[in-house]
T-cell receptor, first 113, second 111 residues
């Protein structure tokens, strides 16, 4: 049990729609990262937030955006969904001072039709 | 750029030792990790090793790091059927705590 929860567990959307995925971390976990895991692949880094500011981004287009809130929750928003966005989306958090240890949530499986 | 490579599949018998191998490219990585993923689940952090260490042991798990060859291995002693899963090797980006993952090794443990 990592203390990181994600919602919803599964989601089906159609191409062109927008989606919001949510993550909740433990108290004191001010760093949150989001990853995309396509079927049969390892997770790919999307971006990272620290104390509500984005502090790093992977090779994902601007239609992938995020928010982090003071209550240790965060969101991943994806606009103009494409078929290739179908994947497992994972969030991971780490405790201040222990940023090298990232704890992952169970993920949200998104299917885009 | 950063790249992490793993073999795709490993099959062992229950009670045997399993060794999962990984190579990475970023010599500046501070930490290297092993994560476990069971079907339909998220990633479970198994263990990690600081780059100035050669070996780390944690119960049935032994991690070996050869920094010169950029090679990391995970040995699971007395492998059990419950160890069947996908194992991911990852390195961190030292600029910030971004993890770069391999494609995963599927471990199948047969009775």
């Amino acid at each position: 049990e990592t203390g990181v929860t994600q919602s919803p567990t599964h989601l089906i959307k159609t191409r062109g729609q927008q989606v919001t995925l949510r993550c909740s971390s433990q108290s004191g976990h001010n760093t949150v990262s989001w990853y995309q895991q396509a079927l049969g692949q390892g997770p790919q880094f999307i971006f990272q937030y620290y104390r509500e500011e984005e502090n790093g981004r992977g090779n994902f287009p601007p239609r992938f955006s995020g928010l982090q809130f003071p209550n240790y929750s965060s969101e991943l928003n994806v606009n103009a969904l494409e078929l290739d966005d179908s994947a497992l989306y994972l969030c991971a958090s780490s405790l201040d001072g222990k940023e090298e240890t990232q704890y992952f949530g169970p993920g949200t499986r998104l299917l885009v039709l | 750029g950063e790249d992490v490579e793993q073999s795709l599949f490993l099959s062992v018998r229950e009670g045997d030792s399993s060794v999962i191998n990984c190579t990475y490219t970023d010599s500046s990585s501070t930490y290297l990790y092993w994560y476990k993923q069971e079907p339909g689940a998220g990633l479970q952090l198994l263990t990690y090793i600081f780059s100035n260490m050669d070996m780390k042991q944690d119960q049935r798990l032994t991690v070996l790091l050869n920094k010169k060859d950029k090679h990391l291995s995970l040995r699971i002693a007395d492998t059990q059927t419950g160890d069947s899963a996908i194992y991911f090797c990852a390195e961190n980006d030292t600029g910030f705590q971004k993890l770069v993952f391999g494609t995963g090794t599927r471990l199948l443990v047969s009775p």
